[in-house]
């Protein structure tokens, strides 16, 4: 019985496929070379500004096509599956292993894209089973903002290198007592990329190395957890209810007023920037040991890649290495997609010194000998674990799991998402 | 006195209804990081320049966008009052073999979530080489794919007194008659209804439309609204609300003015 | 009675002729897809490569996964009382609104104001802005001497501001009552005022009957539509259904699989599951719907 269900639905799926498929699949219709990006308005304008320098300087024809974020995966996923997608991608690292692990992505190895300038760890973030399936547009590391001028205000002051772990929930606590109505830090118990960092410090990387399996141990985890659950305690940090009605960048509690100390990658420093009157520092994370910069690393998050399909592989990789070496491309693009990914770029935008920008890029040229090694791309259902991960610290913050029954959560996620 | 009170109720539950129409002109009037400062429906710093930023923001015009969705919705509207109708009054009317198993059917089609049908959809509409154009949007309405609208329609024609038909076959009409003259002057309030609806959901549908459209000049209204904002970076917030104000335009003018279609509705029938 | 078949065909022609567009449609766009989401329920299909054979694996799977079955329970709370309410305040509105007075055109078009604004992004922020700890509610309770909670951010309450959203949307339940109150002859609501029937009794005697197929239409069609809510959610948890899943519709967890943790198979499981039970409530329905609804062609078929 199960077996004939199982024909026969074989069959009319087949059929379906066959009749909704062939004509597309065979004729091989190929019109110009399509783009696809995610981002705000400012990056499609950008990107669009590079687009048109590449056309003037007598590059193939193409289209391009743009969405945020969200939605651009459930596009791209969408195209994909349908055998349509495009032919020049952005692809960001919590999805590089779903795409490249299911044979989405071509081999950039053999189609001579220009990397000599790029910061090494960029030009080989996408490798992933010795094959090179995407280019870093930037190079990124973790960091704090921190607003100055209001620790001072406070009687408090910034170390040059940032706190360790231990100093920095001292410094949130004495903040928090020191000025009414205010919190020494948000809430950070829910960003698996800011524990990433915590993973390393505390003596493995995050994911093995071979197969991508969790390395980093469920006692790590749960003091992770802990630390913040302690913050929060203290009211150092806010309730979770605050917490959870802060997440967008303009009801921040830094761009509020309401914490001196905000994290995330380090060009999102300057979308902070124009909400915070003074002007935001860039700091290392808290680390272990003081001036240990070890559990960071500088590595490109966004990558260009092509697609396995594509029909103009040679177009689509000219493209990329325009828009990762041609001076009017570099200059289109600024810092939307990140801190450039070479000294040369680097130059080439850092023009107007003191802004928030600027600031950036000096952080990540500062820390480039002072991290430890990137890590392999991230594995096959890292999206999971990052929402899985969130969801777990919220309910920890709501009281409906503890840190040890959270960690022990989270281990088991990863377990049945990685694979034991 | 009871009219008063009446008028006083209703007036009360307008303003509750009216709120966030009011609360959206004001964001709309204000810079982007007064906004977020507290609420109160007066904008401190009025300005209109998230009007001129939104209307150019991405380099195409807006009114590009609003004439793309302009022409998917009208095209919807004409699609789903034609075929619907027509489908309705055979599976409420008419006497077929497997009437009632494809009734069953009909009503399945809206029972499942379109997520998990998504996929194949694209890719019938792919080897049709229809996408990045209107077509996917539109065609489905002219083969009465929206069960909805179906289902909605054959309750209306099913409160229709079957006496009515009685007496056109009897001066004559068949099936095609009865539908032109009876059922369908009839059926107005319905079809004023499916026409609303038709607009204003398809005005509103993002999810087809994203997967559907790519190029810039062929966007629509939703996808342009979303594009406003993005999780990885910081969003035009008063950029988004000016738009969203000139947006609700042209929907509550097509509502205005088909709400009178439904009251006028029995005006035109041979009932009055 | 017992023609043949070939008899009974050959008369369902002009039937056949009507529904041939629906025909074209169902065969050509919907079926298939339908089909095609059945059999990958049955495997495990990650959208970027081919599906492999698992049998009933991801149905099991789903009755020991927490968060289904805590998505369950949030769709089947909110379908519960979002419901009657929404029903419930559309009809009383379109009632009211059908009677003389003046002006009721503005009425009307004011009272469909929130359902313009359908699932835009602005709601979200609205909302947060009304329901928020520090939102308007809260300023207004405050004015009682109530210190309110953060009540779209609290687990314990933001499925009940989704609910009020619902039932705040209640224009386009209202229309459609509008449209069957419009359908009703004047001449028959006379005739009961002459026979002496009062204000009340000709609502329950003769509106309501008359208009029972309408509400019919909206109750099949209501509950249908909250089942598959997603919009709200997806919108105002920003695709998350937080806080802590208390707002994780059905359909958002079945597209958080899908394209979020790329779990085709598994999502379409959910999709034909959700698809037997509104089944089986729309089934209820019309079981139910023979006793208290009443059709102007009742008899002529039977």
């Known amino acids: 019985m199960t077996k004939f269900t199982r024909r026969t639905l074989l069959g009319l799926g087949a059929a379906t496929a066959a009749a909704t498929m062939l004509p597309g699949c065979s004729g091989g219709k190929s019109g110009p070379m399509r783009v696809s990006w995610y981002g705000p308005d400012p990056v499609t304008k950008a990107l669009n500004n590079a687009l048109n320098a590449w056309k003037a300087s007598g590059g193939a024809e193409y289209t391009a096509e743009s969405a945020p974020f969200d939605d651009y995966w459930d596009k791209l996923a969408t195209q994909t599956s349908g055998n349509n997608a495009p032919d020049v991608l952005r692809m960001s690292m919590s999805y590089f292993s779903d795409y490249a692990g299911r044979s989405a992505l071509k081999d950039l190895g053999s189609l001579g894209i220009d990397t000599s300038g790029l910061d090494k760890d960029v030009a080989s973030s996408g490798v992933a089973d010795g094959k090179n399936f995407g280019i870093g547009q930037s190079s990124i590391s973790y960091s704090m903002y921190v607003d100055e001028a209001a620790v001072k205000q406070a009687g408090g002051s910034v170390p040059a290198q940032g706190w360790t772990w231990d100093k920095f929930a001292e410094f949130a606590k004495g903040y928090a007592g020191a000025v009414q109505g205010s919190y020494g830090s948000s809430d950070q118990a829910g960003n698996f990329q800011l524990f990433e960092v915590w993973a390393r410090q505390h003596g493995t990387e995050l994911f093995a190395d071979d197969g991508g399996k969790l390395a980093t141990s469920k006692d790590t985890v749960q003091e992770w957890f802990q630390y913040w659950a302690d913050l929060r305690a203290a009211k150092a940090t806010p309730a979770q209810n605050v917490s959870a009605e802060t997440t967008a960048i303009e009801k921040s509690l830094i761009a509020k007023g309401k914490a001196p100390v905000q994290f995330g990658w380090v060009q999102q420093v300057t979308f902070y920037q124009p909400l915070v009157k003074s002007p935001l520092s860039v700091l290392p994370v808290p680390q272990g040991t003081a001036g240990d910069l070890k559990g960071q690393f500088v590595k490109g998050l966004d990558l260009w890649c092509v697609s396995a399909a594509s029909k103009h592989p040679e177009d689509a990789a000219k493209l990329i290495g325009f828009l990762l070496n041609d001076e009017k491309a570099i200059k289109a693009i600024g810092i939307l997609l990140g801190v450039p990914p070479s000294k040369k770029a680097r130059d080439l935008v850092s023009a107007d010194a003191g802004s928030a920008g600027a600031r950036a890029i000096k952080y990540v040229e500062e820390l480039a000998g002072k991290v430890g090694p990137s890590p392999k791309p991230w594995p096959k259902g890292y999206g999971e674990l990052l929402t899985g991960f969130g969801r777990i610290a919220e309910n920890i913050g709501f009281g409906k799991a503890t840190p040890a029954s959270g960690a022990t959560e989270f281990v088991d996620l990863a377990g049945k998402t990685l694979g034991q | ?272 | 009675m017992s023609d043949s078949l070939g008899t009974r065909l050959r008369r369902s022609g002009p039937a056949y002729l009507f529904l041939l567009p629906w025909f074209i449609g169902v065969v050509g766009l919907t079926i298939g897809p339908m089909l095609l989401s059945l059999y990958y329920s049955f495997t495990d299909y990650a959208l970027l490569n081919t599906p492999e054979w698992k049998g009933l694996q991801n149905y099991t799977d789903l009755f020991q996964d927490s968060r289904y079955l805590q998505s369950l329970k949030v769709t089947f709370i909110y379908v519960a009382v979002s419901v009657p309410l929404e029903m419930a305040f559309a009809l009383a509105v379109a009632v009211l609104l059908n009677k003389g007075l003046r002006g009721l055109a503005v009425y009307r078009a004011l009272y469909y104001v929130p359902s313009l604004l359908g699932g835009s992004v602005a709601i979200a922020l609205l909302w947060q802005q009304i329901f928020g700890s520090d939102g308007l509610l809260n300023d207004i309770l405050g004015v009682f001497g109530i210190h309110g909670r953060g009540w779209i951010s609290e687990p314990g309450t933001a499925l009940w501001t989704l609910i009020v959203l619902r039932v705040w949307q209640f224009g386009a339940p209202m229309v459609i009552f509008l449209a069957g109150l419009r359908q009703i002859p004047d001449e028959v609501l006379e005739a009961a005022e002459v026979d002496g029937a009062g204000r009340w009794q000709r609502f329950w005697r003769v509106t309501l009957p008359l208009l029972s197929p309408v509400v019919f239409f909206n109750l099949v069609l209501q509950i249908i539509g909250a089942f598959q809510a997603f919009t709200p959610a997806f919108v105002i948890s920003g695709g998350k259904g937080g806080p802590s899943d208390s707002t994780l519709f059905y359909t958002l967890y079945l597209y958080q699989q899908a394209f979020g943790n790329f779990r085709m198979g598994y999502a379409a499981a959910m999709a034909w599951i959700l698809l037997l039970i509104i089944a089986v409530f729309t089934g209820l329905n019309f079981v139910l719907g023979r006793r208290w609804v009443f059709y102007g062609d009742e008899g002529a078929r039977r």
């Open chain 2, 1 to 272: 006195m009871k009219r008063v009170l009446a008028h006083a109720g209703l007036i009360a539950g307008a303003l509750i209804m009216l709120y966030p129409l009011l609360w959206m002109i004001s964001a709309s009037l204000r810079p982007n990081t007064e906004i977020f400062s507290r609420p109160g429906l007066i904008p401190e710093h009025p300005t209109l320049g998230n009007y001129a930023l939104g209307w150019s923001s991405t380099g195409t015009s807006f009114g590009v966008y609003l004439m793309n969705s302009l022409i998917i919705c009208a095209a919807v509207v004409i699609g789903n009052v034609l075929t619907c109708s027509l489908t309705a009054y055979a599976f409420a009317r008419l006497v077929f073999v497997g009437r009632k198993a494809l009734f069953g059917l009909m009503l399945a089609t809206i029972m499942l979530p379109a997520h998990v049908t998504l996929i194949a959809q694209y890719s019938i509409f792919r080897s049709l080489d229809w996408i990045d154009t209107f077509w996917p949007m539109i065609v489905p309405s002219f083969l009465a794919t929206d069960a909805f609208f179906v289902f909605l329609m054959v309750q209306f024609i099913r409160s229709i007194p079957v006496e009515l038909d009685d007496a056109a076959r009897i001066d004559g009409c068949g099936a095609w008659g009865i539908y032109r003259r009876i059922i369908l002057p009839l059926l107005s309030p319905a079809l004023v209804t499916t026409a609303i609806f038709s607009f204003i959901w398809t005005w509103n549908n993002f999810f087809g439309q994203l997967i559907y459209l790519s190029t810039r000049t062929k966007l629509t209204v939703p996808i342009a609204l979303r594009g406003f904002l993005d999780a990885t970076g910081s969003s035009q917030w008063g950029a988004l609300f000016a738009m969203s104000v000139v947006t609700l335009v042209p929907v509550v003018v097509v509502f205005i003015v088909f709400q009178r279609r439904i009251l006028a509705g029995m005006a035109h029938t041979g009932l009055k």
